[in-house]
């Protein structure tokens, strides 16, 4: 396999990702339409590994735009990150979630198959457990009802994946649920770069540090955990970038295939908030909030599938995750310049 196409490479995950790959040494195009990424990831990208991956700006949504980006030079897989991932913003603009992740996963997949693509590693998430599974989560449980678009989405598109496979022996899947991904690459040059205030811990926690948001309110402290506040598992957006090029032999089987992707173990809020502070050297100004509608109190992976199949494990250290985030978030305290 040389050239893989990613689908939604310029955004947080996908740009890891795509670095890795190219120092991997394989051929990539990225495919986005910039709805939430920016082009000066592409020149990050380029200063980090000397090399520059091919960009076709559009949307997963066109078909004509897809099928003339396949006919470029051929691709031996698609890496697909695109689509929408607001979890509050979904339960307002349900038919935009539908629209961008399933139609565009629907017409992405019918533009491959026309073009004798038949090999997708697709971006799923721990949010397709439900509510009533107990942790840690393992691949092989029932998906519970997600509690939002967003999270059936995902559902949704692995339903598709999964009855493509079954219908046509040429495909092979791998779907990877991602727990919470964090950090930025090491050189401080790419990272999660939210447009307007964060819905997600990390990114809130580093621009309030920066000075750019008063306080963080820490949604409940009165859950069933050890300090009152949720458990998430927490891995480096570096170790789920590697994990897809790890992802990448599983292809060569036909069939759908799931995978976790997690480190195995839980952090809470707290911790979080004390960790970025012992390494930033500042307060993270917070405030005890009510809780979140929808938060679980304690979400963690069984991680051991992608070990023993894959050979990967997230393996970088809470206080290096926070080191890389700040490096990132002070180098960039606007996040990346805006044209
Ligand atoms: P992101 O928003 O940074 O990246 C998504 C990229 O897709 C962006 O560059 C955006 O411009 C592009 N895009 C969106 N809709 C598109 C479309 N219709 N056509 C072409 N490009 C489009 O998000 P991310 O955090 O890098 O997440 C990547 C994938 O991983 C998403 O599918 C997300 O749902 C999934 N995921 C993310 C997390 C997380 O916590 N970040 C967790 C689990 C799963
Ligand atoms: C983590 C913890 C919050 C913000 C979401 C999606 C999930 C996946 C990853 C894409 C929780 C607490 C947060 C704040 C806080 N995304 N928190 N104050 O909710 O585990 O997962 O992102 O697939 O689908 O649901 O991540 O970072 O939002 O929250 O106290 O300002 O931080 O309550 O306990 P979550 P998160």
């Avoid at 991956?53 to 004509?64: K, L, M, Q, T, Y």
């Amino acid at each position: 396999m040389s050239h893989i196409f990613v689908t939604g490479g310029a955004g947080y995950i996908g740009s890891h990702t795509v670095v890795e790959l190219l120092n991997a040494d394989f051929d990539v195009t990225i495919f986005d339409n910039l709805c939430n990424s920016s082009r000066v990831v592409l020149e990050r990208i380029q200063k980090i590994t000397g090399k520059t991956p091919d960009f076709v700006e559009g949307d997963i949504r066109d078909s004509a735009a897809l099928a003339a980006a396949f006919a470029r030079k051929p691709v031996d897989a698609v890496i697909h990150f695109a689509g929408l991932k607001a979890v509050g913003e979904s339960i307002e603009q349900p038919l935009e979630y539908y629209d961008n992740n399933v139609s565009g996963s629907i017409v992405l997949c019918e533009t491959m198959q026309a073009a004798g693509i038949r090999k997708i590693i697709f971006s799923s998430s721990a949010t397709v457990y439900g509510e009533s599974a107990s942790v840690p989560y393992k691949e092989d449980m029932p998906l519970g009802r997600a509690s939002n678009p967003y999270g059936a989405s995902k559902a949704m598109i692995e339903r598709m994946l999964s009855d493509l496979c079954d219908s046509d022996g040429r495909w092979s899947v791998a779907a990877l649920r991602y727990f919470n991904p964090v950090g930025a690459h090491k050189s401080g040059l790419i990272g999660e770069d939210p447009k307007g205030v964060p819905n997600n811990l990390m990114p809130f926690i580093s621009r309030v540090a920066v000075g750019k948001l008063p306080e963080l309110a820490i949604f409940g402290q009165d859950y069933d955990t050890p300090d009152g506040t949720c458990l998430r598992d927490y891995l480096h957006v570096s170790d789920l970038a590697d994990g897809h090029r790890r992802a990448l032999p599983a292809l060569e089987k036909p069939g759908f295939q799931v995978y976790n992707l997690g480190t195995g173990r839980g952090y809470s809020v707290i911790e979080m908030v004390q960790a970025f502070e012992r390494v930033a050297g500042r307060p993270v100004p917070h405030r005890f909030a009510p809780r979140r509608d929808g938060d679980l109190p304690a979400v963690w992976a069984n991680a051991d599938k992608a070990k023993t199949e894959l050979g990967w494990s997230a393996d970088t250290s809470l206080e290096t995750m926070m080191e890389d985030t700040w490096r990132w978030q002070s180098a960039n305290p606007d996040g990346y310049p805006q044209f």
